[in-house]
């Protein structure tokens, strides 16, 4: 089982970055595709990004070529790095752990994107 922990939420203005960290501990974290999920007031949560094991990566069109998610397996850790962020991408963000059927979540971390 892993635990993860997100972090960098905050107040950012339109077209602003800010960059999200999950730090995963105790399962051997490489083994997992990681993901971001974000869930909106009153909408569905809904993907993101996620990153496979090797590295291939897939984005949300809302999100692509502003958005790029990473994974360091030394640190344990998968980032999203947000850019030209707008008011529709304001949400709680969810890191996840996938192995299989198993879904792990962290415990969301707050982004609001406003002027």
């Known amino acids: 089982q892993v635990q993860l922990v997100d972090s960098g939420g905050g107040l950012v203005q339109p077209g602003g970055s800010l960059r999200l960290s999950c730090a995963a501990s105790g399962s051997i974290f490489s083994i997992y595709v990681m993901g971001w999920y974000r869930q909106a007031p009153g909408k569905q949560r809904e993907l993101v990004a996620a990153i496979s094991t090797t590295g291939t990566t897939n984005y949300a069109d809302s999100v692509k070529g502003r958005f790029t998610i990473s994974r360091d397996n030394a640190k344990n850790t998968v980032y999203l790095q947000m850019n030209s962020m707008k008011p529709e991408d304001t949400a709680v963000y969810y890191c996840?752990?996938?192995?299989?059927?198993?879904?792990?979540w962290g415990q969301g971390t707050q982004v609001t994107v406003s002027s």
């Open positions: 996840n752990a996938r192995l299989g059927f198993q879904y792990y």
